[in-house]
Nanobody, 126 residues
């Protein structure tokens, strides 16, 4: 299984960006995806999570970011709107194999994910 995160770049405050996480190697749709980010000098944190219908967001991005998935393309998207300088970070996607979804108290915990992508850098600056 491989995860390829893409779509990062430089964006102005208030702008938008869409990240993609392409998953290869899964033989079915029985996997769930989490987006994490790591800002300079900070620990990695959970941003959002999607099961087949379950979605979770960190409070810091709720109302601004939207997660979605296209099972035909085996791709998960993170639409980032109204971005702020605090959103500057390397964004990683991670996959959990199997149909069992994570819940609100566990989706941020990295030990529940089996595969990680390489990260894509998002810089929010004017």
């Amino acid at each position: 299984v491989q995860l390829q995160a893409s779509g990062g770049g430089l964006v102005q405050p208030g702008g938008s960006l869409r990240l993609s996480c392409a998953a290869s190697g899964f033989t079915s749709d029985d996997y769930t995806i989490g987006w994490f980010r790591q800002a300079p000098g900070k620990e990695r944190e959970g941003v959002s999570y999607i099961g087949q219908s379950t979605k979770f967001y960190a409070n810091s991005v709720k109302g601004r970011f939207t997660i979605s998935r296209d099972n035909d393309k085996k791709t998960v998207y993170l639409q980032m709107n109204s971005v702020k300088p605090d959103d500057t970070a390397v964004y990683y996607c991670a996959a959990r194999r199997g149909s069992s979804r994570l819940i609100a108290s566990t989706w941020r915990q990295e030990e529940h994910y089996h595969y990680w992508g390489q990260g894509t850098l998002v810089t929010v600056s004017s």
